[in-house]
Each structure stands twice: as C-alpha cells, then as structure tokens.
C-alpha cells in the first residue's frame, strides 16, 4: 500500500502542475484565471488568449497525464519496494486518475483548477490509445451539432465506458471501471457548464455549427 499510496500523491501532484499557468508564466505573466469564465483550462486559454497559446496548456495538459499514467508506476523510489500485492494495472490506472484530480483541485492553487478533459485525453493515449480517435469523433460531432464545448467534452467522455461495456467486458473489467469513474467526475467537473446550459447563458461556439449553418441557408 506503500507503493500505491506514494505513486498516488506523486501523480496528483504531477497533475496539480496548471499548463496555462506555466503557458501564462513564460507569456509575461497572464492569469487566465482572472478572465473569461476563470477556468484554468484550455477552453477558457482559448477563448481569452488564442490558439497558440491554448495548444501550449493542451499539451501541457495532455502530458502531465500521459506521464502519470506512463512514466509514475514504474518509477522506483527509495526506500519503496514494489509492492507485489498491488496489481500494475490498477496501480496505473490510480495514477491516471490521481492526475485528473490533481488537474481539477490542484493544491498550490487553492483545489481551483479547470475540468480536466486534457489530462484524462492524456492518460488515455497511454492506458488505450485505440479509445483516443473514438473520443475526438463523439467530441467534434456534439460540438459542431450544439456548439457547446462542455456538452461535447461529457459526451466524449461518457462515450467511452459505454463503447466499453458493448465490446470489452467483462474482459477489460479494470478499464471499463477508469472510465465510467472519470465519466462521472467529468461530468460533475462540468456541473457548472450544465448549470449554464439550463439558464441559458454558456457560451456557445455557433461557428463551428456546420449543420445549423446549412439550414439556414
């Protein structure tokens, strides 16, 4: 438990690591914590500072994640021996989730940070990078058919244990169990997202709205 309690924290803290805060570091200092909606994510980074500097937090973002589910189980420690009794599997797949926590309640940031969609993308292309192509598709679709980045981000996310639970299990029991955890946690991530959609005040990307722009053609 030593192992896995000790590899948990590095992970967490690995992902409490903000990419738009070191993007806004070397950028002469921007915040965009004190713009846009205040998220530290990469939707707010793009809607605030553009592009470029929005693909610098994503692969931040992305790599935190990648590391932690890739590079921290295997890692040796001083003085922690491996621990035979915990499955590398699931001691992998408790680093993965440690730093999507890390991403949305980062301790050096007082537990406020962005929803974590990044650096869940990221453990993914370590743990299954057969998943990633079928998550971007789900995204783009919901995204081009409502416009609402949130929305898209849940349904990607939520996409995933149910692919899972039609072909993989009871097989790939231990993945299937990562993704319907993190589905949940995206989706409670985004509660403010949704909260917005019912009010009717988040902000929607009609742009990117192909089909909408078609009919009204």
Known sequence: MLELGTKFL???FVGSIM???VVGYFRGGVDIRTMGSGNAGSTNALRTQGWVFALGVIAIDVGKGAAAAGFIPGLSLPYIAEDPYISRTWLMLCCAAASVIGHVW???Q???GGKGAATLMGTLAVIAPILIFPVLLVWAWFLVMFGYVGLATMAASV????YLLVTRFPEDQPLTIYALVLAGFMVFSHRINIQ???AGT???NTRLMIFRRSRSN
Do not use: D, N, T, W
């Open 196 to 198: 917005r959609m019912r």
């Open 202 to 204: 988040e902000p929607r």
């Open 19 to 21: 990419g738009s805060l």
């Open 159 to 162: 996409g995933v244990p149910i």
């Open 106 to 108: 980062p301790i050096g």
């Open 10 to 12: 590095l992970a967490y």
């Open 110 to 112: 007082h537990f406020k």
